[in-house]
C-alpha cells in the first residue's frame, strides 16, 4: 500500500528517467565531444548532433507534459476557488503566480482560505513555505 502523501513524499521521482537516461545522454554527449576533438570529421559531428538532439529531447519529454499539468491545476483550482473561497478571496485569486497556486492544491479545503491570505498578504512567499505551512495535506496523485 502507498503510504500517504505528505510533504516529506510529495515529489514525483522516476529512477529511470531521472538518472539512467540522464546519465547515459551525459555519456554520449562526452564521447561525442572527445570524438569530435580526437578524430574531427562528419561522422563525428553528426554524432554530436545526434546526442544534442537525443538531449533536447529528454529536455522536452519532461517539460511539454509539465506544461500541460500546469495549465490544468490552475484551471482545477480556478474551480475550486468557486467552490469554497469566500468572495474577497475569490476575487484576488488571479493575483497568485502559478508557483504559489501549485503549491496550494495541496491544502485542504478548511486550510486553504487562510493559506490564501497568508500568501497574498506576503507571509508565505515561496513554494517551499506554502507546502511547509500545510497542516492537513491534500495529495495529487495524478502528477506525471
Known amino acids: 500500500m502507498t503510504p500517504p502523501q505528505s510533504y516529506a513524499n510529495h515529489k514525483k521521482y522516476v ?11 551525459l555519456v554520449l554527449l562526452i564521447w561525442a565531444i572527445r570524438l569530435l576533438i580526437k578524430e574531427p570529421s562528419l561522422d563525428s559531428v553528426i554524432a554530436l548532433i ?10 522536452y519529454a519532461r517539460i511539454f507534459p509539465l506544461g500541460v499539468q500546469n495549465r490544468v491545476i490552475r484551471l482545477e483550482e480556478e474551480l475550486r476557488y468557486g467552490r469554497i473561497l469566500p468572495d ?12 504559489q497556486v501549485i503549491a496550494l ?13 497568508q500568501v497574498l498578504g506576503g507571509q508565505l512567499t515561496t513554494q ?6 500545510i497542516k492537513v495535506w491534500r495529495p495529487d496523485h495524478y502528477r506525471i
Request: hydrophobic residues 55%; glycine residues 8%; positive net charge.
Open 15 to 25: 529512477f529511470m528517467y531521472h538518472r539512467v537516461a540522464f546519465a547515459l545522454i
Open 50 to 59: 545526434t546526442v544534442v538532439v537525443l538531449g533536447f529531447l529528454f529536455w
Open 88 to 99: 474577497d478571496l475569490r476575487a484576488r485569486a488571479g493575483e497568485l503566480s502559478l508557483g
Open 105 to 117: 492544491r495541496f491544502a485542504s479545503d478548511e486550510e486553504l482560505p487562510g493559506l490564501m491570505r
Open 128 to 133: 517551499d513555505a506554502i507546502k511547509r505551512a
